[in-house]
């Protein structure tokens, strides 16, 4: 065994022999199930390429409401709670776009 660039050797006997070993190797690997691969990007597809007018990032989010989930894009402003500045006015919110008006105007 090496620990730390060292080598120590066993000084003691195997617990269990090596046939019986190598027999559940061969037992678990026939019963094993074998797992797909998820390799999917991100279903936010236009993440990292909006801003708002302010030049903050827009980061994709979510909400479940009735079983349904609807997915928008909302400013880094208000996901970070970061101070309005001087000329918006005190009704201004930064937008909330929502993903279906978005996939209407952009073509992939």
């Not at 195997?14 to 797992?35: C, G």
């Not at 936010?44 to 989930?69: E, I, V």
């Amino acid at each position: 065994m090496v620990y730390r660039g060292e080598v120590h050797h066993a000084e003691h006997e195997p617990i269990v022999d090596s046939a019986l070993f190598e027999a559940v190797e061969a037992k678990l690997a026939a019963q094993a199930v074998e797992r797909r691969c998820r390799l999917r990007g991100s279903p936010a597809l236009l993440s990292g390429r909006l801003f708002d007018h302010r030049g903050n990032r827009m980061s994709p989010t979510h909400a479940n409401k009735g079983g349904a989930r609807y997915r928008y894009y909302v400013s880094q402003a208000v996901l970070q709670n970061k101070p309005r500045r001087m000329d918006w006015s005190a009704a201004y919110r930064p937008p909330r776009l929502r993903r279906s008006s978005l996939r209407r105007c952009v073509t992939i």
